[in-house]
């Protein structure tokens, strides 16, 4: 390898600020050098890979070429910065402050109640922002597609798409919608008018800055200086590890290629990244020639288009477009094949940064535009110092045959594209778990020819990919069916074959081996009728829908009461008040744990966890890791001062683990680089053990079954009388919580009395508290633990953080004495902190013919783990819960924890009542399907009528509970949509609509009085509460998670004050100013410390009256007698992440050996903004989480459907999640019937 010479400089401007990096690292990203060195901290961290948006930028470029400056959205994550020179980088600090000026963006997305936790906010201004700076004046489809590439946890999409619509030419927000009909019908006019008392605005449009793009920052003069100096020379920044050379000129990169054969060259970074990071990957030299003007052109001839490699996908999207509405359509089938792919393919940003030269060379085996290319008879342009040479993108170079490959020497300089003709039909395919931003489960690109005139086929290729480990062409199966008339005979025979040729072994890394070889063959079919549509035949018996490449997001209206007109017009409870640090979380100014700055001397903390499910911990060999530099200590289970089982959660492994993840020893560094080459390095040897209990199956199979904690029972009426009904079962998968900030902790020890300060992001710092202690050995005094705020948690920082917070407090504690750090970073995350409870439910119904369920005998299951966690309360909530709405006369249930080799679960919005409802409710659609009733039916039937005793012995009157759902009947017209559904299910075989009403009685509260007492909310006043210049300090226990708890409780204070929400301030949870304070979960932290703020003024300082109070009162901690409401439905938006949370539709997998399979965000599907399902939510945390469930029946409905038109009537049962999988397995047909008798039948 030839020397390197010594580091350039690195050049480029942040926020209009120039930066000169001296020693820049290529191995750093500009997400951490812009929150580690320049510290600015508005842009997040939540996935680390590009998938979530939280840390997008602006990157804008100047071509010196075009004279025109290239804005593009950008995930910092995946940006290295040596790919930066010359750049200018726009973060949210840049786009507006609370300090300076608050750019529109900002300020809508706060007005518009786009955010609750506030952590993805930053990311979505950014999107919206750059989105602007290219189309000041955006369409509606527009904005849903920048954002595209942004998840957000919290708010269910729609307030965020709405700020965005703000700024499209029209208003697209329908005031009526809710109710099912249009504003624009006269008749609806009226009926608009009718509802005096709902209200539909949650903001006012007038009060918005206008947005004027005039006044954007310019581009810095001195990078178009930089980017047309004639005389721009290679450069090259040496690294502590690795090199970064960017060439200027072709013959530079050919010469840097021939050189250094094995060095990746780095593009958009996207492939390139995640396999150094996730891949374990180590290059010594990057080359990156990503501005070389030879890569980036378009030329069009007769024969087709030719688009340079350097093109980003978005360039070749945008040159795809210009193609097709300039050449006529026949020419253009596989540029619309390409086009079709593109528009879902990953999210705005990688799409900006992926580049066509890099797709094609890494590969992937999901990707979406190669099948494509292949089945279009691409070609791929390369050169070296050889010359230039084209070789085909065929099935041997995506199936990576040597011969078929680029030489080491060779790079793509463009990718040819023919056009396609009258008598060729290209096709690009796809079925992934979400429409936007998820790889495909199979994807395909096929094409045919046809002799001239007829239906012949002349030539036939078939690519597939996600299939196996590279893209796959069915090229047997398409020589065969050459000759042949494109017919269903021909169909079938295709179908039997391709099976055959792709052959997906049973064990198959990903699984759904069966569900994979029935889309091959759907595809294929879908792809028949698409051509026997082109050429004009009549396609009999079978009805395809019109394709909707991407759904639109529908405009919808939240209703809520309106404020008494006579209401003080200072008083702001019952109004849509926006949430406290709306605006701080819009500009990035909102502080999170790893925003905090640095504290001196802090190190960092990187994990070891084990890697078997049960297993004896032989040795442990620290030396080498000890011996790198930066390490300062490692930490082990021996090292714990005090209790390291703490209430049988163990916090470092001693002796033996118990599941896959379970934390055995910490790193601690100067760097959390250093600290994680450490971690590589440390040598555990195990032997393993057995039992290694995985699956609820196999706790009950294996004969050392334990269980976590206690069973719990509830029985009520008669004694259960004996009754013949067959024993059914359900499941219920698990659940990741996904908050978008991994748990993060900032651990600070005192030099006195062994005094430490924790903060972090945690719904019960107590508990925090209570384990620190325990861990050091110290009493809780010693122990304060702070939260300002936390980037969501929905159950998954109850429990959890305790546990981190003894690992980080222990290595505080130990010798070094000094600050700790601790992110975990996603994968760790999710892998340590485990989720839902996955449940199992069997049940035995007694019923009559009319739907009358007399009996019901219910067992649970849950997974718990391999501690106990808040098994016991989860399962207790579940037994206690089970009921429902419904009244069964003679009911029992059972609940048994498991215990399992699996990270332990916890608490998840709902705690068991989502999982009990389902085994409820698919019991219940159960009875409907043998009585030939409607679901509706029997459970209106079943409902409780009068008033009576549940089976946990609480007087209930279910007046209200009938009302809701007599109301919610009406409101939706339901049965008009039911009967459309109907009408369209008989008119559409392959598409089907399914409609479900789900009802819910949901009791607050927990079951243990313990909590109940001392979560009667604790408000303290300080000492001088109301200080002298009249301004207010409100402090209680409860923390702020996203869902407005200080803002509500603000609003409260305000009106039982009488003062402005201005004059109140809550700084911040902590147990140093409120001891003791129950968790803030389970949908009462608002009850609960409202209602103590409510009656804070009556017992403290009855007449608030003048601004300035000369008064000292004493201080009073104040405890709300009930949890009852103090009659709060101020803040309204954050409703929806109840909906968004049950997910009906995604699933957490756990194969045998216990590892997590799914521990990237990527792999995880959580909704996103295409994903529209998340608009039509209104309820409150819990109690609303079960609302998402009727998405789950009404898919169950359109199955229904389904199976009754294909002759199955059988009574079946949907489990939960109904993933694309289930569905499509459970509508069993022709293609899977194929699959499942191994080639035979007929399409
Ligand atoms: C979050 C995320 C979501 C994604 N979703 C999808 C999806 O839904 N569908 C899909 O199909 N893909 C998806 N991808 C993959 C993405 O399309 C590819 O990673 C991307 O196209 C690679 O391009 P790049 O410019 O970033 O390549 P880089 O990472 O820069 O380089 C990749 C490889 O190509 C080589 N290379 C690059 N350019 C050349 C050249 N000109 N000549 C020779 N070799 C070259 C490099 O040496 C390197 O080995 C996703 C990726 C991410 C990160
Ligand atoms: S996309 Fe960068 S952190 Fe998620
Ligand atoms: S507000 Fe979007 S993740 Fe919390």
Partial sequence: MPSLPNSDELIFFVNGRKVTEKKADPEANLLFYLRKVLRLTGTKYACGEGGCGACTVMVSRYNAKTKTIHHFPATTCLVPICSLHGAAVTTVEGVGSIKTRIHPVQERLAKCHGMQCGFCSPGMVMSIYTLLRNHPEPTPEQITEALGGNLCRCTGYRPIVESGKTFCAESTVCQVKGSGKCCLDPEERSFANRQEKICTKLYNEDEFQPFDPSQEPIFPPELIRMAEDPNKRKLTFQGERTTWISPVTLNNLLELRTNFPKAPLVMGNTAVGPSIKFGNEFHPVFISPLGLPE???????????????????????????????????????????????????????????????????????????????????????????????????????????????????????????????????????????????????????????????????????????????????????????????????????????????????????????????????????????????????????????????????????????????????????????????????????????????????????????????????????????????????????????????????????????????????????????????????????????????????????????????????????????????????????????????????????????????????????????????????????????????????????????????????????????????????????????????????????????????????????????????????????????????????????????????????????????????????????????????????????????????????????????????????????????????????????????????????????????????????????????????????????GCELGQGLHTKTIQVASRELNIPQSYIHLSETSTVTVPNAVFTAGSMGTDINGKAVQLLPSQFCPKWGTRSLHSHPSSLPLRSPSPSSPHLPPYLPQNNPAFICFEPLSECVWVCVGVYVCIHQLALKDPCISDSLLHFSQGLGEAGMFMGSSVLFAIYDAVAAARRERGLTKTFTLSSPATPEVIRMTCADQFTDMVRSGGQGSI
């Fill in 295 to 1037: 890569l980036h052109f378009v030329n069009t001839t007769d024969a087709g288009v030719t688009i340079g490699a350097g093109y980003s996908l978005a360039q070749l999207n945008d040159a795809l477009c210009l193609i097709i509405s300039e050449q006529p359509k026949e020419k253009t089938k596989t540029c619309r094949a390409l086009l079709k792919h593109l528009r879902t393919l990953a999210g705005a940003q990688i799409r900006n940064m992926a580049t066509l030269g890099g797709h094609v060379v890494s590969r992937p085996n999901y990707s979406d535009l190669n099948p494509i290319l292949a089945a279009g008879n691409a070609t791929i342009n390369l050169i070296s110092k050889d010359g230039q040479r084209q070789i085909l993108l065929n099935g041997p170079f995506l199936e990576r045959s040597p011969e078929a490959n680029l030489k080491s020497e060779e790079i793509v300089l463009s990718v040819s594209i023919p056009y396609s003709t009258q008598w060729h039909f290209v096709s690009g395919l796809r079925l992934a778990q979400r429409q936007e931003n998820a790889f495909a489960i199979v994807n395909a690109g096929m094409s045919v020819k046809f002799e001239d005139g007829t239906n012949i086929i002349k030539e036939l290729q078939m690519f597939y990919g996600s299939v196996g480990p590279t893209i796959v062409s069915a090229s047997q199966s398409c020589k065969q069916l050459v000759g042949r008339q494109w017919d269903d005979q021909m169909l079938t025979d295709a179908c039997r074959w391709v099976l055959d040729e792709i052959y997906i072994p049973p064990a198959a890394k990903g699984g759904m081996v069966e569900y994979k070889r029935t889309l091959i063959i759907s595809l294929l079919f879908k792809f028949y009728l698409k051509v026997r549509q082109g050429l004009n035949k009549m396609v009999t018996g079978f009805l395809l829908g019109p394709e909707k490449e991407v759904s639109e997001i529908e405009d919808s209206t939240f209703n809520h009461l309106c404020v008494d007109p006579y209401q003080h017009p200072q008083d702001p409870v019952g109004h849509p008040v926006m949430h406290q640090s709306a605006i701080k979380h819009a500009t990035g100014e909102a502080v999170f744990i790893d925003d905090m700055p640095p504290i001196n001397q802090e190190l960092f903390l990187a994990i070891v966890t084990s890697t078997r499910a049960h297993a004896k911990i032989i040795s442990i060999d620290i030396s080498e890791a000890l011996a790198l530099p930066g390490v300062v200590d490692v930490i082990t289970a021996e090292d714990v001062p005090g209790d390291n089982n703490h209430h049988r959660e163990i916090i470092y492994a001693q002796n033996e683990v118990i599941c896959v993840g379970q934390i055995v020893c910490t790193v601690a560094a100067d760097t959390y680089a250093h600290a994680k080459e450490a971690a590589k390095k440390l040598k555990i040897t195990y032997e393993d053990i057995e039992p290694k209990i995985i699956t609820i199956e196999s706790h009950r199979a294996c004969q050392h079954g334990e269980m976590v904690v206690v069973i719990k029972n509830m029985k009520s009426g008669v004694k259960l009388p004996r009754f013949e009904s067959q024993l059914c079962e359900v499941h219920v998968e698990g659940q990741e919580h996904f908050y978008m900030e991994t748990q993060t902790i900032l651990a600070i020890p005192k030099r006195e009395d062994k005094k430490m300060v924790l903060h972090l992001g945690t719904q019960f710092p107590t508990h925090v508290q209570e384990y620190v202690a325990a861990t050091l050995n110290v009493p809780r005094s010693r122990i304060a633990c702070h939260v300002k705020r936390a980037g969501g948690a929905f159950g998954g920082k109850v429990t959890k953080p305790a546990l981190l917070g003894a690992v980080s407090a222990v290595i505080t504690s130990h010798g070094t004495g000094r600050p700790i750090r601790f992110i975990l970073e996603r994968g760790d995350d999710m892998l340590i902190t485990a989720g839902r409870h996955p449940l199992l439910g069997k049940y035995k119904i007694g019923f009559m013919n009319n739907g009358v369920i007399k009996a019901a005998d219910v067992e649970y299951y849950v997974t718990g783990g391999c501690t106990p966690d808040e098994s016991e309360l989860v399962l207790e909530f579940i037994v206690l819960k089970s009921e429902n709405a419904y009244y069964i006369p003679n009911f029992r249930c059972h609940g048994r924890p498991c215990k399992t080799n699996l990270p332990s679960n916890t608490a998840f919005r709902g705690f068991g009542f989502p999982q009990a409802m389902v085994v409820v409710e698919a019991y219940i659609t159960a009875v409907a399907s043998q009585c030939n009733l409607l679901p509706e039916e029997v459970k209106e039937i079943n409902m409780l009528k009068r008033i009576s005793k549940t089976a946990y012995k609480q007087t209930f009157n279910p007046e209200p509970l009938r009302r809701c759902w007599k109301e919610c009947l009406e409101k939706s017209s339901f049965h008009a949509r039911k009967l459309a559904a109907e009408e369209f299910n008989q008119k559409n075989y392959w598409k089907k609509r399914g409609l479900a009403v789900v009802p819910m009685k949901f009791t607050i509260g927990m079951p243990m009085a313990y909590y109940n007492q001392v979560s009667l909310g604790e408000v303290s006043f300080h000492p001088n509460p109301i200080y002298l210049d009249g301004s207010v300090l409100v402090t209680h226990g």
